[in-house]
């Protein structure tokens, strides 16, 4: 009890210290990590083996980080190494993409395509990042996209926030899709054996009809914001042509070969078996030896931040999850739901959306997995039904907050870069309506085709 009560009170003081904004997230997750271990392992626990587990180091030297052989479920026990690496990796890909002009050629590309008009490129960009998220881990589209938003916005002088808050939730609406867009998708696929068609045909109908009102509604709420600022003037017809853009031709024909081979190497990963820290590493290493001399300037500009903040962050999170918090919350479920289906449907997908904006979404999805095997075999419900709606909840939950998703977190933290700050209540003014839209939606078309 006391663990417990330790750990929920770590992650609340933390939660609360980021939302204030007034210490950086890194700093505050690293201290609320330290405390984890100090206090709810140490103190709570006098479980030396909890923190052993916990920060999970020891996991990096397994066989099964690097290639998966066996048929089993994926651990997400402590510090995720695996995501840690993978976004490392995809970090150094698009410094090394960025520095050789392949970014700003993008942009340009797409920016001429449609005669450098705001709203047709706001509109394209979401279509990308949801496409792009179907197939490649959401956290690689937004790196991607983010980079290439502010290139254009530097370029036709507009605010990037909305399109890149637009491109953040398009991202995860876009993992909802397949099996591979999103880690908790990754989970639920591989713990109760389901193909990337089985997602494709069931949550991949249900991202298609959200797209399409969500489309509409990020129109409406930034549309007075989808403009050149006032009293500047563009002069497209003086714009640098796309190839301009490109600094060192040999450099950018090997960046791109890398970005398509990363492209390929998620695609089938489930094929392959390459785990995505295999897949950061093997981009990491391709694109330092791409650079040569430059390569020590390249990794020095990796935002380090984040990474420190994601581990601080799972760090707290192991403790709940270790203590049986997210356990005794997953469990709520079980003994209010009762026998109706549809109850238990609005339970488990309001429920885990809820939790995802402000828990990761990997350790409860994994969670929430024996729970809805459970709840399946005790009252005949079909266990794909509970598996979608999961899927669901927790795939657009983590849209709400700064923090609820991986891609959030990044992109937020690409803007910051730039300078352009997007703080909590912005955030959560325009994101959180978007969420309630989505998950409303899905809950509809779960009762409408499955009951």
């Not at 590493?281 to 300037?297: F, N, P, W, Y």
């Amino acid at each position: 009890m006391l663990a417990q009560i330790l750990a929920v009170t770590i992650f609340v003081i933390m939660f609360g210290f980021i939302i204030t904004e007034k210490i950086e997230r890194h700093i505050v997750s690293g201290v609320c990590a330290i405390l984890t271990l100090v206090l709810v392992f140490g103190v709570g626990m006098h479980s030396v083996d909890a923190i052993i587990d916990t920060i999970n180091v020891h996991s990096i030297i397994t066989p099964e980080f690097w290639r998966v052989t066996g048929e089993g479920g994926t651990s997400s026990t402590g510090v995720n190494w695996e995501t840690i690496i993978f976004i490392f990796g995809m970090m150094v890909m698009v410094e090394g993409m960025a520095k050789v002009g392949f970014f700003r050629w993008l942009c340009m590309r797409i920016a001429k395509l449609v005669n450098y008009q705001i709203v047709p490129i706001f509109m394209t960009f979401m279509v990308l990042s949801t496409i792009l998220a179907m197939f490649i881990d959401s956290i690689t589209v937004i790196l991607f996209l983010a980079a290439v938003t502010i290139e254009l916005s530097q370029l036709l002088k507009f605010n990037p926030i909305p399109m890149i808050l637009s491109e953040i939730f398009c991202a995860n609406l876009g993992g909802s899709a397949t099996m591979c867009g999103d880690p908790p998708n990754i989970i639920i696929g591989t713990s109760l054996r389901y193909s990337f068609a089985d997602f494709i045909t069931n949550t991949g109908l249900i991202a298609l009809v959200s797209f399409v009102v969500i489309l509409a509604y990020f129109y409406f709420v930034f549309k007075k914001d989808l403009k050149v600022k006032e009293g500047v003037v563009i002069d497209y017809a003086s714009l640098p042509s796309p190839e301009s853009a490109i600094t060192n031709k040999a450099g950018f024909v090997v960046n791109t070969i890398i970005f398509i081979v990363a492209i390929v190497l998620l695609i089938t990963h489930s094929t392959t078996g390459l785990t995505v820290s295999c897949i950061g590493t093997i981009v990491a290493v391709a694109t330092i030896i791409a650079a040569g001399k430059d390569a020590i300037t390249l990794l020095k500009k990796v935002d380090y931040k984040t990474l420190v903040f994601f581990i601080g962050l799972f760090v707290v999170i192991g403790g709940l999850e270790t203590t049986g918090v997210l356990e005794i919350l997953a469990g709520f479920i079980g003994k209010i739901s009762g026998g109706n289906v549809m109850v238990m449907i609005a339970i488990i997908i309001w429920l885990s959306a809820i939790a995802s904006a402000f828990v990761d979404n990997i350790p409860f999805a994994t969670t929430m997995i024996p729970v809805i095997k459970s709840l399946s075999v005790a009252y005949g419900v079909d266990l794909s039904v509970l598996a979608w709606t999961l899927a669901m909840g927790t795939d657009i939950g983590g849209s709400a907050t700064p923090i609820g998703a991986s891609a959030n977190v990044v992109g937020i933290s690409i803007a910051s870069r730039e300078g352009y700050i997007i703080k909590w209540g912005t955030y959560c003014k325009k994101m959180v309506p978007a969420t309630l839209i989505v998950v409303f939606i899905s809950m509809l078309i779960i009762y409408f085709r499955y009951l």
